[in-house]
Each structure stands twice: as structure tokens, then as C-alpha cells.
Nanobody, 124 residues
Framework: QVQLVESGGGLVQPGGSLRLSCAAS????????MGWYRQAPGKERELVAA???????DYADSVKGRFTISRDNAKNTVYLQMNSLKPEDTAVYYC??????????????????WGQGTQVTVSS
């Protein structure tokens, strides 16, 4: 059983930066993939970024070049560095874990564990 806790959200001006953290109760080295999703009011939950056990990364086109996903296995923590933030980045951000194995990147419904979310608001 894996438990995930997100932190680092808050209010930031357009063009600013935030770093989100996702702390896992167990070793993330045994997890197939970790992902960040976000959901804005009235919209569907969408992929932001994902990282595999081997270090491969996947990003949504809307955040590519601005966001970076990384992990620290010693701390059982995954990070999402968000730069050049835009108002459309405003959403609740969720950390997710997939136990796998899967043949490719997990889909939304293939993630086994979810955090409770952290609010990110980008506004001037």
C-alpha cells in the first residue's frame, strides 16, 4: 500500500515558479511510474507529467519546456518544478503512482494510488 502526500502549492503571479513535492510512504524505486495530473473546475483531469522507474519522462504539450518532473529515491519523493506559470495552469495538482507492470505509460485509470491534491493558483 502506497500513500502519497502533495505539498508546495499556492498563489503565484504569471511568470513565476513553484515546486510541488509528492512524498510517498514507501520506496518509489519499486513503482513503475509516478505522475502528476491536474484538474481545473469544470474540466477533466489531465496529465501534466510522468516519470518511469528508469527515469524516462513524459510531458503534456501544454507544459513542455516549462515544467520538469524529477525524483529523489532516497527521500521517496517526486517533484514537479513549474516555471513560467500561466493563468491556465491554475488547477488542483494530484500526484499518482502506478504499480505496474504496464506495456507503456499508464493511463488515468491505470494509476493505483492518488494523493489528495494541492491547489495551484496563477493570478495577478
Amino acid at each position: 500500500q502506497v500513500q502519497l502526500v502533495e505539498s508546495g502549492g499556492g498563489l503565484v503571479q504569471p511568470g513565476g515558479s513553484l515546486r510541488l513535492s509528492c512524498a510517498a510512504s514507501g520506496s518509489i524505486s519499486s513503482i513503475n511510474a509516478m505522475g502528476w495530473y491536474r484538474q481545473a473546475p469544470g474540466k477533466e483531469r489531465e496529465l501534466v507529467a510522468a516519470i518511469s522507474s528508469g527515469g524516462s519522462t513524459d510531458y503534456a504539450d501544454s507544459v513542455k519546456g516549462r515544467f520538469t518532473i524529477s525524483r529523489d529515491n532516497a527521500k521517496n519523493t517526486v517533484y514537479l518544478q513549474m516555471n513560467s506559470l500561466k493563468p491556465e495552469d491554475t488547477a488542483v495538482y494530484y500526484c499518482a503512482a502506478n504499480n505496474g507492470p504496464v506495456s507503456s505509460w499508464p493511463t488515468l485509470h491505470e494509476y493505483d494510488y492518488w494523493g489528495q491534491g494541492t491547489q495551484v493558483t496563477v493570478s495577478s
